[in-house]
C-alpha cells in the first residue's frame, strides 16, 4: 500500500468534545496519536510488538485496556483509567510523579516519548516522531463505547488494508473473540455487545 492511505488520522469525535481534556481517573478515554507529516510510526512487525510491550509496561498500572488498533502512521486505544484507589496501590513505580490528577497524563507521555526515543535510534533519525500531545476524548456512555470499538477495529479495513477487521494483526478484534489469554477487558466488552455473535455482526455492519 502507499503512503497516501495513512495520510489522514479522522478520530471519531462527538459534538463540542475537547480532544485535549485532562485524563480523570476513573473514566474511558479514547487516545490517539500519529506520526509527523508522512513518516510511519510502525516500519515492520517488531516496531509493532515493541509498541504493544511498552503500552503494557506503562499503561497496565495505571488503565484497563478495552480496544486498540496500531495503523501504520497512527494509533487508538480504547482505555478506562483505574480509580483514584487502583492509582494508589500501583504507585510503586511511578514514586518520582507528582500527584494522582497528573500522574495518567503523565506516564501515557512517557509512554510515547520512550517509543519515540528507541525509534530515532534504531532509524537514525531526529526530531519528534509524534503530532504534539496524545489527543484524548472521553467516553461518557455505552452507546459512544460502542461506536468507538467498531470505528477502531474497522480503521485498517476503512484504510483499504485488509477486507475484515480480524484480518489486521494488530488489533485487539482477534483478542477478544479468540478466548485466548488477553490482558484486554473482554468480558466487559462482549457483555457490552450481548456476546461474541452480536460482537461479530456490529463489525460486518
Keep these: 500500500k502507499t503512503l497516501q492511505v495513512f495520510k489522514t488520522c479522522k478520530v ?3 459534538t463540542n468534545q475537547n480532544t485535549m481534556e485532562v485524563i480523570e481517573p476513573d473514566f474511558t478515554y479514547h487516545i490517539y496519536n500519529r506520526a509527523n507529516g508522512d513518516e510511519l510510526l510502525f516500519r515492520n512487525q517488531d516496531n ?4 504493544l510491550e511498552k503500552a503494557k509496561t506503562y499503561l ?3 488503565a484497563e485496556f478495552y480496544t486498540y488498533c496500531l495503523m501504520p502512521n497512527h494509533f487508538h486505544f480504547l482505555l478506562r483509567f483505574k480509580s483514584e484507589k ?3 496501590e500501583n504507585l510503586a513505580g511511578f514514586q518520582n510523579l507528582q500527584g494522582l490528577d497528573k500522574l495518567p497524563a503523565q506516564i501515557l507521555s512517557n509512554f510515547l516519548n520512550g517509543y519515540a526515543k528507541a525509534y530515532n535510534k534504531i532509524y537514525n533519525r531526529k526530531g519528534s516522531l509524534f503530532m504534539r500531545n496524545a489527543g484524548r476524548v472521553k467516553v ?3 452507546e459512544y463505547l460502542k461506536e468507538l470499538i467498531k470505528y477502531i477495529h474497522l480503521n485498517p479495513v476503512n484504510a483499504n488494508l485488509v477486507s475484515k477487521p480480524q484480518d489486521w494483526k494488530y488489533s485487539s478484534y482477534s483478542s477478544l473473540t479468540s478466548g485466548k489469554p488477553t490482558l484486554l477487558n473482554r468480558d466487559y466488552i462482549l457483555d457490552l455487545f450481548d ?3 452480536d460482537f461479530e455482526f456490529h463489525h460486518r455492519t
Aim: charged share 20%; proline share 11%.
Design 60 to 62: 497496565a498500572p495505571i
Design 195 to 197: 456476546g461474541i455473535e
Design 86 to 88: 487502583e492509582l494508589q
Design 48 to 51: 509493532y510488538r515493541f509498541f
Design 140 to 142: 461518557q456512555t455505552d
Design 12 to 14: 471519531l469525535t462527538p
